[in-house]
């Protein structure tokens, strides 16, 4: 069983920096990958980002990839995602998750943590 928690969200302005942190507990395999996805209201969980546990392989959505950098803490086992440049869009929950599966696809992740609200004002 793996155990993940989010932090680090909250209300910033357009052109503002946040850095969210997801906490894994359990001793994920070596070839998950961990996710970052977002949801707004009423839209369906989007792909953000992942990053492989085992090795530093990430992958971006195009509307991030110039904006946000995944990575992964091996002394604390967070991964983190260091958003620059916000913009209104990249408001919703952000929520981590874990999969051995493929990692753009929100139904493939086994497990999740509870979100994170980030609002970005205008």
């Known amino acids: 069983q793996v155990q993940l928690v989010e932090s680090g969200g909250g209300l910033v302005q357009a052109g503002d920096s946040l850095r969210l942190s997801c906490a894994v507990t359990?001793?994920?395999?070596?070839?998950?990958?961990v996710g970052w996805f977002r949801q707004a209201p009423g839209k369906e969980r989007e792909f953000v980002s992942a990053?492989?546990?085992?090795?530093?392989?990430?992958h971006y959505s195009d509307s991030v990839k110039d904006r946000v950098t995944i990575s992964r803490d091996y002394a604390t086992d967070t991964v983190n995602s260091q958003m620059n440049s916000l913009k209104p869009e990249d408001t919703g929950v952000y929520y981590c998750?874990?999969?051995?599966?493929?990692?753009?696809?929100?139904?493939?992740?086994?497990?999740w943590g509870q979100g994170t609200q980030v609002t970005v004002s205008s």
């Open positions: 998750g874990v999969t051995l599966g493929y990692w753009i696809r929100a139904a493939g992740y086994d497990f």
């Open positions: 359990g001793r994920p395999f070596e070839s998950y990958y």
């Open positions: 990053v492989m546990w085992g090795k530093p392989i990430t």
